[in-house]
T-cell receptor, first 113, second 110 residues
């Protein structure tokens, strides 16, 4: 069974601070996705990383896929209250069945004004 | 944009009732999924379907069944609701690895 461990589980910071959340596994994934879920809504895809060592930027968010494709990180620069939400990583293995994803348990981020 | 809708945002049922949760997607996706989301446990896959009338058990199928009679609609059925099925239920659809989620149904079983 493939598992994804996310850390930290909870993070509460002040507006303007930087933060990094981590997503780690002992398994290799074909790709890894990051979703954000706001209260009362379903998760929404932020980015997908596919190549080992890949770095993608989405405004103030930087996503990195580990060289061995077993881990990923999300770094937010100068966090804003609008970044508040649950951040989920999800791994996809092309050897698996029917596009099932393995989800981490999430990092709940609160950015205080 | 892909739209995934779920029949109810909030639902309150009594123990022993039969509960139907409906999910509809408008993008002709082959794959549809039902998850439950609980604090500290993340998203857990209940069932998924990769075609009309085709289904596979996920990680926690006990106490649930599903139905997919039309491509756009995937129903989750709780045959006899129990209090430990109180949870947030999320439906998703996909054509590839990217899943599109509905807004969720928060089910409370009393």
């Amino acid at each position: 069974t493939q598992l994804l461990e996310q850390s930290p589980q909870f993070l509460s910071i002040q507006e303007g601070e930087n933060l990094t959340v981590y997503c780690n596994s002992s398994s290799v994934f074909s790709s890894l996705q990051w979703y954000r879920q706001e209260p009362g809504e379903g998760p929404v895809l932020l980015v997908t990383v596919v190549t080992g060592g890949e770095v993608k930027k989405l405004k103030r968010l930087t996503f990195q896929f580990g060289d061995a494709r077993k881990d990923s990180s999300l770094h937010i620069t100068a966090a804003q209250p609008g970044d508040t939400g649950l951040y989920l990583c999800a791994g996809f293995n092309s050897g698996g069945s029917n596009y099932k994803l393995t989800f981490g348990k999430g990092t709940l981020l609160t950015v205080n004004p | 944009d892909v739209k995934v809708t779920q029949s109810s945002r909030y639902l309150v049922k009594r123990t022993g009732e039969k509960v139907f949760l409906e999910c509809v997607q408008d993008m002709d996706h082959e794959n549809m999924f039902w998850y439950r989301q609980d604090p500290g446990l993340g998203l857990r896959l209940i069932y998924f379907s990769y075609d009309v009338k085709m289904k596979e058990k996920g990680d926690i199928p006990e106490g649930y069944s599903v139905s997919r009679e039309k491509k756009e609609r995937f129903s989750l059925i709780l045959e006899s609701a129990s209090t430990n099925q109180t949870s947030m239920y999320l439906c998703a659809s996909s054509e590839t690895w990217r899943q599109f989620f509905g807004p969720g149904t928060r089910l409370t079983v009393l």
